[in-house]
């Protein structure tokens, strides 16, 4: 079974809103990653959070973990239109990634 | 290298001819994946190489798909009898020992006429 689910699947907004995607995961985990995916090809990594850690931000990325949930936000805050594109987590280890999140920004 | 490299960026291929895809890891990363993503879809899982492990086949679609790791570095993904449904964007991406983050690259569009 997968170990990250994004959700939504697919969000809309406007250049300069706020953009939040959310991942759950199902065992224990050490640490949660975040990418980013442009045009169909290879994904980039954003951003990692620890197991230690409640929030940690990059930028205009703020990630949230909540280790008793068993969940992770992602904060995009004043979007562009750059920022559209898929977003996945990757809990831990695992192999497999969730079906991601496509964000469209509308300038 | 800089950055995984993977080759050819695009592939054209007729229905039951084989193809081979090659991923050119970061130097010394240790863990090597392969990953399918079909058009609007998520990435599936295909094979993972850990050093001088057996490698993880779980995700192999079927017995048309192999994948060997060379001297712990280039790898080559195999698909034999070239089906439609093989139409995909391949992915590679690697890690380091010890690390958590996972470096891809840019894929190899497969497509099957």
């Known amino acids: 079974s997968q170990q990250g689910e994004e959700d939504p699947q697919a969000l809309s907004i406007q250049e300069g809103e706020n953009a939040t995607m959310n991942c759950s995961y199902k065992t224990s985990i050490n640490n949660l990653q975040w990418y980013r995916q442009n045009s169909g090809r290879g994904l980039v990594h954003l951003i990692l959070?620890?197991?230690?850690?409640r929030e940690k931000h990059s930028g205009r990325l703020r990630v949230t973990l909540d280790t008793s949930k068993k969940s992770s936000s992602l904060l995009i805050t004043a979007s562009r239109a750059a920022d559209t594109a898929s977003y996945f987590c990757r809990a831990g280890n695992m192999l497999t990634f969730g079906g991601g999140t496509r964000l469209m920004v509308k300038p | 290298g800089a950055g995984v490299s993977q080759s050819p960026s695009n592939k054209v291929t007729e229905k039951g001819k084989d193809v081979e895809l090659r991923c050119d890891p970061i130097s010394g990363h240790t863990a090597l994946y392969w990953y399918r993503q079909s058009l609007g879809q998520g990435l599936e899982f295909l094979i993972y190489?850990?050093?001088?492990?057996?490698?993880?086949k779980s995700g192999l679609p079927s017995d048309r798909f192999s994948a060997e790791r060379t001297g712990g570095s280039v790898s080559t993904l195999t698909i034999q009898r070239t089906q439609q449904e093989d139409s995909a964007v391949y992915l590679c991406a690697s890690r380091g020992g010890g690390a958590e983050k996972l470096f891809f690259g840019s894929g190899t569009q497969l497509s099957v006429l």
């Open positions: 959070i620890r197991s230690n850690e």
């Open positions: 190489f850990q050093g001088n492990s057996a490698p993880d």
